[in-house]
């Protein structure tokens, strides 16, 4: 897509005042992806030299906003790293090309905001945080989390710039199950919950992405029974934050939420011996089959 209302390719590293009509420029995949005719001055941060992905003093990972998806996908994973399985799974949940996944980036991904955005549901499943650095130098962290508030609906201030994320090196270290669907083989997420099992404590944290215009976490004490879980999402999650698109509608999306919600909680059970997610993209997981626990807000699901 040809951008012909800019005006002017400016390289970040030199600074500058931030005018109007401005706009970052990562990998760019979005952006020449649709015509924009607000943007006048594109920012280049090709050129910023941040290093990709970076070991943190706790065993975490610091994630360069401008990492590509092929970096993350290619980068090795110590053996310390439990929840490594995740990365690839989010990794082939997008609905990208090989051109695609050599060019997008993990910070414009989050900062697209889009509910089937798999590197916020990386991301915010793993407590990831965002620094976020405005013109004049000053930072903040974010958690991932918040940082999506709805479809396409950031907290990023006029300027801003999202520098990196990180990920704590105990959520790297938890067991994890995934879960996404869409509706066709190569479509759209329509679903993605991810499960944590914290090191430390064995609580159980389910992150709701996909189907809900932000991502929802869900945190329950060790052993959680299907009742609460049950009840956590049909509470947790309101009506109108479920998805309403050409992808899915939002009935569909908030089964296919209860239903992976129990298949998560099954999993991760400790009593359970722990076994990797066999679940990938377009696939609900290898327990699909099973009967699941039919409570309020499922049986009249399936039935319309």
């Given at each position: 897509?040809?951008?012909?209302?800019?005006?002017?390719?400016?390289?970040?590293?030199r600074g500058g005042t931030w005018r109007p009509g401005d706009a970052w420029l990562g990998g760019g995949?979005?952006?020449?992806?649709?015509?924009?005719?607000?943007?006048?001055?594109?920012?280049?941060?090709?050129?910023?030299?941040?290093?990709?992905?970076?070991?943190?003093?706790?065993?975490?990972?610091?994630?360069?906003?401008?990492?590509?998806?092929?970096?993350?996908?290619?980068?090795?994973?110590?053996?310390?790293?439990?929840?490594?399985?995740?990365?690839?799974?989010?990794?082939?949940?997008?609905?990208?090309?090989?051109?695609?996944?050599?060019?997008?980036?993990?910070?414009?991904?989050?900062?697209?905001?889009?509910?089937?955005?798999?590197?916020?549901?990386?991301?915010?499943?793993?407590?990831?945080?965002?620094?976020?650095?405005?013109?004049?130098?000053?930072?903040?962290?974010?958690?991932?989390?918040?940082?999506?508030?709805?479809?396409?609906?950031?907290?990023?201030?006029?300027?801003?710039?999202?520098?990196?994320?990180?990920?704590?090196?105990?959520?790297?270290?938890?067991?994890?199950?995934?879960?996404?669907?869409?509706?066709?083989?190569?479509?759209?997420?329509?679903?993605?919950?991810?499960?944590?099992?914290?090191?430390?404590?064995?609580?159980?944290?389910?992150?709701?992405?996909?189907?809900?215009?932000?991502?929802?976490?869900?945190?329950?004490?060790?052993?959680?029974?299907?009742?609460?879980?049950?009840?956590?999402?049909?509470?947790?999650?309101?009506?109108?934050?479920?998805?309403?698109?050409?992808?899915?509608?939002?009935?569909?999306?908030?089964?296919?939420?209860?239903?992976?919600?129990?298949?998560?909680?099954?999993?991760?059970?400790?009593?359970?011996?722990?076994?990797?997610?066999?679940?990938?993209?377009?696939?609900?997981?290898?327990?699909?089959?099973?009967?699941?626990?039919?409570?309020?807000?499922?049986?009249?699901?399936?039935?319309?």
């Amino acid at each position: 897509m040809d951008l012909n209302t800019v005006a002017e390719l400016c390289d970040a590293r030199r600074g500058g005042t931030w005018r109007p009509g401005d706009a970052w420029l990562g990998g760019g995949t979005y952006l020449f992806s649709e015509p924009q005719p607000h943007i006048r001055r594109l920012i280049d941060l090709g050129r910023m030299g941040w290093e990709p992905l970076t070991p943190t003093p706790d065993g975490g990972l610091e994630i360069a906003a401008t990492c590509t998806v092929a970096q993350l996908s290619r980068h090795p994973k110590p053996a310390a790293w439990t929840a490594a399985p995740l990365f690839e799974q989010c990794c082939r949940a997008f609905l990208a090309s090989w051109k695609i996944w050599n060019m997008a980036t993990v910070g414009g991904n989050l900062c697209n905001g889009l509910p089937a955005g798999p590197m916020i549901s990386l991301t915010a499943a793993l407590d990831g945080v965002c620094l976020l650095r405005a013109p004049s130098g000053e930072q903040r962290r974010v958690p991932v989390a918040e940082f999506v508030t709805g479809a396409g609906v950031k907290d990023l201030r006029q300027g801003e710039l999202l520098r990196s994320i990180t990920l704590p090196g105990r959520a790297l270290a938890a067991r994890t199950a995934f879960r996404q669907a869409s509706l066709y083989g190569l479509g759209r997420s329509g679903a993605l919950l991810i499960g944590t099992l914290d090191p430390v404590d064995g609580s159980l944290t389910i992150t709701v992405t996909a189907a809900t215009v932000r991502p929802i976490r869900l945190w329950f004490p060790p052993g959680p029974n299907a009742a609460a879980v049950e009840e956590a999402v049909r509470d947790g999650i309101r009506p109108e934050e479920y998805v309403d698109d050409i992808h899915g509608l939002p009935a569909w999306r908030r089964h296919l939420t209860f239903r992976f919600a129990e298949q998560i909680r099954r999993e991760l059970d400790p009593a359970r011996p722990a076994s990797p997610s066999t679940a990938g993209p377009g696939l609900a997981g290898p327990d699909l089959a099973e009967p699941d626990s039919t409570g309020p807000g499922l049986a009249e699901e399936a039935a319309a």
